[in-house]
């Protein structure tokens, strides 16, 4: 057993971490404050090979492994919860599981574009009335000719207003024996007529994000943009899940982290009763929490993306990394600020925002609840993992860098 | 055109350096590539770029210190070799100067690139001497490359007093200056590419050079000592009477 990271994930680290340090950080309390994602950041990380981080070259993408996926969500999150969230809902959402379900039609038309950065994907699930509960969504899409037509809302869509397609799904087959038998995912480009969009303002969190709804009002999308099978809409739904939710269990990671650092630098310059915040035992306390917590959500899921790469059904282990990560990310963040007191609670330095950060990531992507039915379903041997129709396709280290 | 570029593996800047037993210790804080050596490779692949050729960057330490020139492979160069040999284990400058200009010799480079210094050992010497020993111009400190082409390069200089256009014939070595522009990040083909490179290993036997013995020794080293910083913070009704009492303390104190 090997708990290193290689020579190729270092520098993937560093790569990533220089572009937030350098590009993001530098703004992002200014566009945090204004409620508007910085107009540069989708092409820059798109320019820069990062959407399409672990796509196959010969996708268009650049061929780098589930794990590198992670440290760069790591290092995104650790400078700002909304880069991140780019790479669930753009990488995670759409294009990985374009990557999973997509025929090879499918991903010569939507996939490369979207792995080049050239275009910007998303994923609209859940609605205003459907969410943990996906299985009882409203949206419809009913057979016409070669195409479906779509109707409903999708709601608390991240990039809705930005994306140039969505990875939609909707009831398909209302008189399906259980409702979830009776849904169907489609590739819809969002520029199509009767799509309309808006974003959410007045969010706790994700300020510098992009968060909305997407309406379809008799929206026509040929049955070819049909993701996988008619009826099989929960699966790739599902699917999609497991690989967002890897990517807010390694960005969480990144915010545990990045609560850490500010802690301890806090802690290290501050005085208080004429000694150093860090030789205060009740602020070391809440530091070796943070430290611990981060060990441990790094390690959970690292081995998420292991199991990614070797091709290994891995539902139940990103569930738990989702869940831990996401928690613990929200402790950190919140007592971050009680290490730095007053100061804390401004927005003069970063731990406010990280905590406002925190908060939505323990409620989407499957909700922190969920995540414990998951694990309970697993542990008590209700839950057994079936064979999918279409695998996530595990990391082939030759072919992937094939162009 | 065929273009090296040298470059130097140096404790991270973050980290805290600190002399423990009379040798200089960073504790494990990472090696990274010397940050104005990043500036030099930048404009190596640029000018590679303009011109078509290839950039072979050269590194000189232990077997093991690859990092920098996996970083340079990543940013685009492509080729790489590390001089390694234990008969420069104590190199001075002089010694790395015959050592670099053999290797370049080797790569049969006519345009050598280097940062202007090295954030550890801060000389700055190394590309003037390298170019004594090949014999070749050095143009240092250089903020802009306003024209190359194979027979010559005319530069602008960034010196204390200003700019300076210059001219030189090459084969030349260039001393690159922050100016110039922000380096490139790696590109994740880059990083796939330096990750699985086998870099070559260049002894003095290799490159027919007999490193000269160091003429330079640190007879002692010693941490500078610690200096007593207070803190005080300001306080005022608004930031006009903070920067009030702030500029009074600055003219109390007789720093302006």
Not at chain 1, 76 to 87: C, G, I, K, N, Q
Not at chain 1, 301 to 327: I, P, V
Not at chain 2, 20 to 35: F, K, M, R, T, Y
């Amino acid at each position: 057993m090997n708990f290193g990271l290689n020579s190729e994930h270092q520098m993937v680290q560093k790569m990533v971490r220089e572009f937030g340090q350098k590009e993001i950080a530098p703004v992002i309390q200014e566009y945090d404050r204004k409620q508007e994602m910085a107009p540069f950041v989708l092409p820059r990380m798109g320019e820069l090979g990062i959407l399409g981080i672990c796509i196959p070259v010969k996708y268009g993408g650049q061929g780098m492994d589930y794990i590198s996926l992670g440290l760069a969500c790591e290092e995104l999150e650790a400078v700002d919860t909304t880069l991140r969230v780019v790479m669930s809902v753009h990488t995670g959402l759409c294009s990985m599981t374009l990557l999973q379900w997509g025929t090879e039609a499918q991903k010569q038309k939507f996939l490369v574009p979207l792995a080049r950065g050239e275009k910007i994907g998303a994923g609209a699930f859940t609605e205003p009335g459907a969410g943990s509960d996906f299985s009882n969504i409203q949206a419809t899409g009913k057979r016409d000719g070669d195409d479906f037509v779509l109707n409903g809302e999708k709601m608390w869509i991240s990039l809705a207003t930005k994306a140039d397609y969505a990875l939609v799904t909707v009831r398909t087959d209302p008189e399906a024996a259980k409702p979830y038998q009776g849904l169907t995912s489609f590739i819809v480009d969002l520029h199509s007529p009767g799509v309309t969009s808006g974003d959410i303002h007045g969010k706790l969190g994700v300020r510098a994000g992009s968060t909305g709804w997407i309406n379809f009002q008799d929206v026509r999308v040929p049955a070819a943009n049909m993701i996988g099978e008619q009826g099989e809409g929960f699966k790739v739904t599902m699917s999609a899940f497991d690989n967002g939710r890897y990517t807010v269990a390694a960005g969480a990671t990144g915010l545990i982290r990045a609560a850490l650092e500010a802690s301890v630098d806090y802690a290290n310059e501050r005085q208080a009763s004429g000694k150093r915040l860090g030789e205060l035992q009740l602020i070391q306390a809440k530091i070796a929490r943070m430290a611990v917590d981060y060990e441990a959500a790094q390690l959970l899921y690292l081995k998420a993306g292991w199991m990614k790469n070797e091709g290994q059904r891995n539902t139940c282990q990103t569930s738990a990394s989702k869940w831990f990560a996401t928690d613990a990310s929200f402790d950190a963040a919140n007592e971050a600020i009680q290490i730095h007191g007053a100061y804390g609670f401004s927005d003069e330095y970063h731990v406010e925002r990280y905590l406002r950060n925190a908060r939505g990531a323990v409620i989407y992507e499957g909700s922190n609840e969920i995540q414990r039915l998951i694990q309970a379903s697993y542990a008590l041997g209700v839950r057994v993992d079936k064979a999918l129709r279409c695998e996530m396709p595990p990391y082939d280290e030759v072919a992937w860098g094939e162009e | 055109m065929k273009i090296a570029v040298c470059v130097k593996q140096v404790p991270d800047t973050a980290a805290q350096v600190v002399v423990e037993n009379g040798q200089v210790s960073w504790g494990d804080a990472p090696l990274v590539i010397n940050p104005w050596d990043e500036y030099a490779v930048e404009a190596a692949l640029q000018k590679a770029s303009d011109l078509g050729g290839s950039v072979t960057v050269i590194s000189m330490g232990a077997e093991n210190e690859t990092e920098a020139l996996k970083h340079a492979l990543a940013m685009g160069c492509n080729e790489a070799a590390l001089i390694s040999d234990p008969a420069l284990e104590d190199a001075d400058n002089a010694a790395a100067a015959h050592a670099l200009a053999a290797a370049i010799k080797k790569a049969e480079a006519e345009l050598v690139f280097f940062g202007k210094q090295a954030v550890d050992t801060d000389t700055g010497m190394l590309p003037g001497q390298t170019a004594r020993v090949l014999g070749w111009p050095a143009v240092t400190l250089v903020a802009a490359i306003q024209e190359l082409n194979p027979d010559m390069i005319k530069v602008e200089r960034a010196t204390e007093e200003g700019r300076q256009v210059v001219e030189s014939k090459l084969p030349a070595v260039v001393s690159i200056v922050k100016d110039y522009g922000e380096p490139r990040y790696p590109s994740f083909m880059g990083i796939r590419k330096a990750a699985r490179a086998e870099i070559p290993v260049w002894s003095t036997a290799d490159l027919g050079v007999e490193a000269p013995a160091a003429v330079v020794k640190w007879a002692a080293l010693s941490s500078p000592p610690k200096k007593d910083i207070e803190t005080e913070m300001i306080e005022g009704a608004d930031a006009g009477e903070i920067a009030e009492v702030l500029a009074d303390k600055i003219m109390a104190e007789k720093v302006l």
